[in-house]
């Protein structure tokens, strides 16, 4: 809650104010980078030659699009061959029918035996299955040779793209790494100060490095339990971050818990060589000048244009508007 001044009386609230402490947010500087929720990285899922690369870094790419494409020579040879049995198993699978209509033939004319037309047939069957199950190792190799096109794990902007044409990759190599595009402050506040921090408090930012005028307002998304070397991390949403510049440091300012602090309408303050002053009333009903060190504005409902005291004030003072 914000720091103001009481009234000293109805008649005299235009005029004069009794000084009252109060518990003021307090603020601590911190550094933010600029990050990615999730930095996700394109892989291979066969092994081969780099024959193409369709992006680079600063690109934005969406869901599935095609980053890369490998080609492996060997699957090429290994769909020839497929063809080349697939053909030959036709061909027995025609010779088993045309044998199984000359038995049936036969056997209806009295001329064949049963045994012989049963031979036929499960020739038949077996002719027929060893071409469907070629035909299905046929299209397993097909869907390798498919699998060479590396695609886009989820929509954003690559960061980097660290292989080449002509390289040889393995199958599970990263082709490219790319950011999400949603982007967030990722803060990292002391330790001593985490017991402060929670989902949902509000930061500040400096408008100013992102390119605004005014300061940038965000709130914290999410605290991250585990601590590392002293320091908290968390995660803030800010407006019109942007979604280019990955790793940039900003200043922020966050919640450190809450102070005792004085605000007073900055009308009640004199500057005159450099020295503020205010005018303090007597127990006599007389004022004298008083100097005081004052602090950043700060709003307070029922405080216009008001200005923190940092020294020079107590509470029970009696202050006189000059």
């Known amino acids: 809650m914000i720091i103001l001044a009481t009234t000293a009386g109805a008649a005299n609230a235009a005029e004069s104010l009794t000084v009252s402490a109060h518990e003021m947010a307090d603020e601590k500087a911190v550094y933010a980078t ?15 030659t780099v024959a193409a690369i369709s992006v680079r870094e600063g690109d934005r790419v ?21 063809d080349s049995e697939i053909a030959a198993l036709q061909a027995s699978l025609d010779q088993a029918r ?5 038995v049936d033939n036969l056997v209806q004319r009295g001329v064949s035996t049963q ?16 071409l469907k199950a070629r035909t299905a190792a046929r299209a397993v190799t097909v869907q390798q040779a498919s699998e060479g096109n590396v695609l886009a794990p989820t929509a954003g902007r690559v960061l980097s793209v660290p292989v080449t044409e002509g390289a040889v990759m393995l199958a599970g190599e990263t082709v490219a790494t790319i950011a999400e595009q949603n982007f967030v402050l990722r803060l990292e ?6 017991r402060f921090l929670k989902a949902g408090d509000p930061i500040r930012m400096d408008g100013a490095q992102i390119g605004v005028d005014a300061d940038a307002r965000g709130t914290i998304e999410l605290v991250y339990p585990q601590i590392e070397d002293g320091r908290v991390r968390a995660d ?5 971050l942007g979604d280019y510049f990955v790793g940039e440091r900003v200043r922020v300012w966050v919640s450190a818990g809450v102070r005792p602090a004085i605000v007073i309408p900055a009308d009640y ?3 005159r060589f450099g020295v503020d002053t205010v005018q303090l009333q007597q127990t ?15 709003t307070a409902e029922g405080v216009p244009n008001g200005l923190e005291i940092l020294s020079g004030l107590h509470t029970g003072d009696v202050l006189v508007k000059p």
């Open 189 to 194: 506040v002391p330790e001593r100060h985490a």
């Open 34 to 48: 600029v990050e990615s929720v999730r930095t996700v990285t394109a892989r291979t899922r066969i092994g081969g």
């Open 62 to 82: 969406e869901t599935g699009a095609v980053i890369a494409t490998i080609v492996d020579d060997k699957l090429a040879l290994q769909l020839k061959a497929a």
């Open 236 to 240: 803030a949403a800010v407006t019109g």
């Open 115 to 130: 045994a012989q037309l049963d031979n036929a047939k499960t020739a038949l069957s077996i002719a027929d299955n060893n």
């Open 269 to 271: 303050v004199t500057t």
């Open 98 to 102: 045309t044998d199984l209509a000359r």
């Open 284 to 298: 006599d009903g007389t004022t004298i000048e008083v100097p005081v060190q004052r602090g950043a504005t700060a």
